[in-house]
C-alpha cells in the first residue's frame, strides 16, 4: 500500500523551530519529485517547497525563503522539512506529496497540486505565543 506520512508538527512560539518529516512506504522516493504544501483555516492550500528526484533542485516560495531547508534520504525513504524562525503566518497543515515516477534529467520541481500523484495526511503545526 503507498503512502506517505507526515511527523514532526506541533506547538511551538514564535522564533522556535521545528522539522517535519515525510516518510514513504509501499514505493521508493527516489523517482519522485516530492512537496511540501500547507492549507491555513480559510485559505487556499499554498505550495512552500519542493524537491526534484535526485535532490539537487529545490524550490521554495517567498515567505519561507532564507527560514526553511527542504532535504532528503533516499536510503531512508523520507523527506525532510527544516522550519526555522517560525511566524505565526507558518500556522497550517503541512502536507507531503510525491509525483513520479520521474525519468531522465533532474528538472524543478513546480507547485501545482494536480501534477501531484500521492499525498500524506497533514501534520499540523501551530506557531503562537
Known amino acids: 500500500q503507498v503512502q506517505l506520512v507526515e511527523s514532526g508538527g506541533g506547538l511551538v512560539q514564535p522564533g522556535g523551530s521545528l522539522r517535519l518529516s515525510c516518510a514513504a512506504s509501499g514505493f521508493t522516493l527516489n523517482y519522485y519529485a516530492i512537496a511540501w504544501f500547507r492549507q491555513a483555516p480559510g485559505k487556499e492550500r499554498e505550495g512552500v517547497s519542493c524537491?526534484?528526484?535526485?535532490?539537487?533542485?529545490?524550490t521554495y516560495t517567498d515567505s519561507v525563503k532564507d527560514r526553511f531547508t527542504i532535504s532528503r534520504d533516499n536510503a531512508k525513504n523520507t523527506v525532510y522539512l527544516q522550519m526555522n524562525s517560525l511566524k505565526p503566518e507558518d500556522t497550517a497543515v503541512y502536507y507531503c506529496t510525491a509525483r513520479g515516477p520521474l525519468y531522465g534529467s533532474d528538472d524543478p520541481c513546480r507547485f501545482l497540486a494536480h501534477e501531484y500523484d500521492y499525498w500524506g495526511q497533514g501534520t499540523q503545526v501551530t506557531v503562537s505565543s
Open positions: 524537491i526534484s528526484k535526485r535532490g539537487y533542485i529545490t
